[in-house]
Nanobody, 124 residues
Framework: VQLQASGGGLVQPGGSLRLSCATS????????IGWFRQAPGKEREKMAC?????????NYADSVRGRFTISRDDAKKTVYLQLTNLKPEDTAVYYC?????????????????WGQGTLVTVSS
């Protein structure tokens, strides 16, 4: 399984970005995909997750709920993370992950597969 995250960049506070996680090597429909982020000097934190297509469950960290939206397009084998109303504290490297499990609870515990990360910088 390979994960390729993209879409990061420099954006002003209040701006938006859409991150993409392209997958290969497996059928995406059956598996949950999550996003973590890691800011400089801070611990990695869970951001969002979407479960398998048969369920469609999503969850978010409290710090981003209402601002970030996770979605999936199984035909394109891609999961998206829409970031809106960005704040300087959202600056981090964002990683998409999977553990080839259908639920977010299992996937986000200790995911086995990680993308290479995409940097989001929020600054004026």
């Amino acid at each position: 399984v390979q994960l390729q995250a993209s879409g990061g960049g420099l954006v002003q506070p209040g701006g938006s970005l859409r991150l993409s996680c392209a997958t290969s090597g497996t059928i995406l429909d059956d598996y949950a995909i999550g996003w973590f982020r890691q800011a400089p000097g801070k611990e990695r934190e869970k951001m969002a997750c979407i479960s398998s297509s048969s369920d469609g469950y999503t969850n978010y960290a409290d710090s981003v709920r209402g601002r970030f939206t996770i979605s999936r397009d199984d035909a394109k084998k891609t999961v998206y993370l829409q970031l809106t109303n960005l704040k300087p504290e959202d600056t981090a490297v964002y990683y998409c992950v999977t553990d080839l499990r259908g639920t977010c609870l299992a996937t986000m515990r200790q995911p086995e597969y990680w993308g290479q990360g995409t940097l989001v910088t929020v600054s004026s």
